[in-house]
């Protein structure tokens, strides 16, 4: 199946694709392990997600969950860290059990045995059935940022310069940015059965072009992309411009 590429007319339209296939995969496997995103192009998807299980159409009893990242040294209270986001946009407002849930603990000193817990949780359940992404600028997915190796699993990574300051708009300052995150690897990513990678707006325009168009490269971490066998690409018009699918 390779990439298939959904085109988008605005941001709710791409979130209601995104929330589609999600809800698809949940109806055709109600106990299915979703890999879940953080940042700001999912809260579309969650939202919609959200909806339709207000509606009565959508049931997260037996799902499973499992987060892409998490930074060291935030507690989960911190209304910053990805664990409080997922509360906020989807966990408190569907019927998901929070034993079913997943978020690293950013709080764990030991990385390498909070990562490999990570990882043999996932791989215990079964492995990932479909994991949501969004695209950093820089062509990051997870916190794997260019030059990434490709066949990591969960691990601690620092932070480049320019993502701690991307992500200093939300802490007030550079310096409250935390430095190191825990991150599934691009291998994790890649074992994952499918993948919906959700993109919006003009200023992503260059970079989705580099990862869905480009060479596959580790300075372009999201071309990884291109070789997974069922991966899904849904963007809006403005982040697409540049993609001549
Ligand atoms: C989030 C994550 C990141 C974001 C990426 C895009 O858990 O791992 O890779 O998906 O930084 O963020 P937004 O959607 O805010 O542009």
Known sequence: MGMRVIRAKDYKDMSRKAANIISAQILMKPDCVLGLATGSTPIGTYDQLVEWYNKGDLDFQYVRSFN????????????????????????????????????????????????????????????????????????????????AAFEKGTHCVTLKEATVKANSRFFGSPEAVPKQAYTMGIKSIMQARKIVIVVSGADKADIAEQ???????????????????????????????????
Not at 213 to 234: K, R, T, W, Y
């Open 211 to 245: 990862a869905f168009m480009g060479p596959v490269v580790p300075e372009v971490p999201a071309s990884i992309l291109q070789l997974h066998n069922d991966v899904v690409v849904i963007g809006d018009e403005a982040a697409l411009a540049k993609c001549s699918f």
């Open 68 to 147: 892409l990242d998490e930074y060291v040294g935030l507690s989960r209270t911190s209304d910053q860290s990805y664990y409080f986001f997922m509360h906020e946009h989807l966990f408190d407002r569907v019927n998901i059990e929070e034993e079913n849930t997943h978020v690293l603990s950013g709080m764990e000193r030991n990385g390498e045995k909070e990562c490999r817990e990570y990882d043999e949780k996932i791989l215990s359940m079964g492995g990932i059935d479909l994991q949501l992404l969004g695209l950093g600028h820089d062509g990051h997915i997870g916190f794997n940022e260019p030059g």
